[in-house]
């Protein structure tokens, strides 16, 4: 009677352990199912705050926008190759000085077929244009660069063998792996990720960002950082377009390079919808800009003349029907009146240009102020003021 009652005794606590697991086991899969519809809500959440990001971008006022042309010819003015290249390197930190926007190098010969031509990427895809045009774009496409991302974007070229000689150009966009900042330039990665899960990209940091967009490999892109992310296991981010840093922060964020075979396609192939509202010309023969007053403007063009002028761009292109280079523009002037030489040259004149116009200039959507003070780095804000600490970068061009 004893050992029954201890067998019975034994098949009940084993049933009651086979009921004890079924239960751990269910509580468990609901748990699952709990935690998995928590994944899909949290990630429904995330997309949603991506979205409301990305249409308050959006919604953001326009900024006005500066352009400058010039023509490729002002390279066949120096001696050597070395001459050349800081020529070229001179132009970029003017551009950069001045925060412009947009760089058209235009031929003012016109005459493709007799020249020697090279082939050159721009905004608008391949272009083959004179070989003195094309140099001085993928130099300031180049310096442009960001110093972490040019090795994925420009192979040793003939173009660029002596770009040690030229100076960096500092500009906000050239961060290094110790700077923080919201918005980074990056460039597409081969790592898988899931179906629908968007893309890997590396920005110039140890961990590269997971973003929102599906792209294509080796594409060039401008991310804006989840901040939250930056001290976690997986960095999140949302791809953005280059104008956004700048619309947002009001920091400069580079400028685009486009190239233009005469001088009719520097307006005909505006970017703008409604192309340039204000363009000047400069030149010698023009009227002084110290009479000049500017009016309001969405996207101003400044234009400037090679060795022999604008008047020999105007004389070469066949598609212009007008004789006087001041009657294709809005304004056109003397930029530095009683100059005590002969000539200015053109990387001069950009300089002494933008310098005299600055003040005057009258922007429609002017961008936000812009002041930041992050430890070594130094940023200049459009409104002039300067900050100090500026880190060397030079070591990284």
Known sequence: MDSKKVNDKKLQSWSEINKERKRKKKEYKEKAIEAKKLKEMKQEVESA?????KNSIEEKKEISTLSIALPGSVLENAQTEELRAYLAGQIARAVCLYQVDEVIVFDDYADEDKSKATSVEDDFGFKTIRHCCGQLARILQYLECPQYLRKHFFPIHKDLKYSGLMNPLNAPHHLSSKDES?????????KPVKPGKGSIVYIGLRQDVHVDKLLVEGARCTVKLHMDTMNTKKLKGIVVSPDIPR???GIYWGYRVRLAKSLAQVFSECPYKDGYDLTIGTSDKGSSIDSFHCPSYKHALIMFGGVQGLEFALENDQTIKENDPELI????????????????????????SLAGLRSKLNPKFPPVSFNQNNGTNTIISPNNESIEN???MSRFD
Not at 182 to 190: A, D, L, S, Y
């Open 390 to 392: 500026v880190e060397d």
């Open 182 to 190: 919201e918005f980074r330039e990056g460039v597409v990665t081969n």
């Open 329 to 352: 523009f809005d304004h056109y002037l003397n930029t530095l009146p009683g100059q005590g030489s002969k000539t200015i040259r053109t990387e001069e004149a950009i300089l002494i």
């Open 247 to 249: 619309k947002e922060t």
């Open 49 to 53: 705050k991506n979205e409301t990001a």
